[in-house]
């Protein structure tokens, strides 16, 4: 089935600086999803891209839906403590299917230091 | 608007024993689904539902598990004879009528098996 693969699995920053994680798959998706998780919370939908090469952002969060189809990234400028989380890559099981079934990454766990 | 909600939010059983997960979607979604989130992974598809249907329960274990979404009250997911390696984040989200439409998590139920 299709894997999403996320790097890294893990960051460890100082507060203010800029972070950059991605997402790799072996096959394409037409679309890429960019949740948060707090501990003990369910995830919450940061950023949606649609189309190949969009550069999207959401405050000081910026993703882009790689040209390949098959990668995409996520940028958060001047961190701060309340960033911390899980930040999983989603996208449709299969392509062309409903947004429901998803595939998720397996995270990338990032911790800012005040 | 109240969001997807899920109860209880902590479980602990005994082996052997069942399990029950309940979740009302937000206000105007009639789509159910379930996703289940064991220990330091991502979350993974179990089935999606409408009121008295079950649309696609192709990520649901072939034993044990059941889930419903009746016409009156919450969508319910059942686990019986409850087995260590049930032990997850269980997560029920909605979306309103119609394809292609996001998804919107709850903050989960943590079934803990003894």
């Known amino acids: 089935g299709q894997q999403l693969n996320q790097s890294p699995q893990s960051m460890f920053i100082q507060e203010g600086e800029d972070v950059s994680m991605n997402c790799t798959s072996s096959?394409?998706?037409?679309?890429w999803l960019w949740y948060k998780q707090d501990p003990g919370e369910g995830p919450v939908l940061l950023i949606a891209?649609?189309?190949?090469?969009e550069l999207t952002s959401n405050g000081r969060l910026t993703a882009q839906f790689g040209i390949t189809r098959k990668d995409s990234f996520l940028n958060i400028s001047a961190s701060i403590p309340s960033d911390v989380g899980i930040y999983f890559c989603?996208?449709?099981?299969?392509?062309?299917?409903?947004?429901?079934?998803?595939?998720f990454g397996k995270g990338t766990l990032l911790t800012v230091n005040p | 608007n109240a969001g997807v909600m899920q109860n209880p939010r902590h479980l602990v059983r005994r082996r052997g024993q069942e399990a029950r997960l309940r979740c009302s979607p937000m206000?105007?979604?009639?789509?159910v689904y379930w996703y289940r989130q064991l220990p330091e992974e991502g979350l993974k598809f179990m089935v999606y539902?409408?009121?008295?249907?079950?649309?696609?329960e192709s990520g649901m274990p072939k034993e044990r598990f059941s889930a419903e979404f009746p016409k009156e009250g919450p969508s319910i997911l059942r686990i019986q004879q409850v087995v260590r390696g049930d032990s997850a984040a269980y997560f029920c989200?909605?979306?309103?009528?119609?394809?292609?439409?996001?998804?919107?998590f709850g903050e989960g139920s943590w079934l803990t098996v003894v």
């Open positions: 989603a996208g449709p099981m299969n392509s062309g299917g409903s947004n429901y079934k998803l595939t």
């Open positions: 206000k105007g979604h009639s789509h």
């Open positions: 096959s394409i998706f037409n679309t």
């Open positions: 989200a909605s979306s309103p009528p119609g394809t292609g439409n996001t998804i919107y």
């Open positions: 539902l409408q009121k008295e249907n079950i649309i696609d």
């Open positions: 891209l649609y189309k190949a090469g």
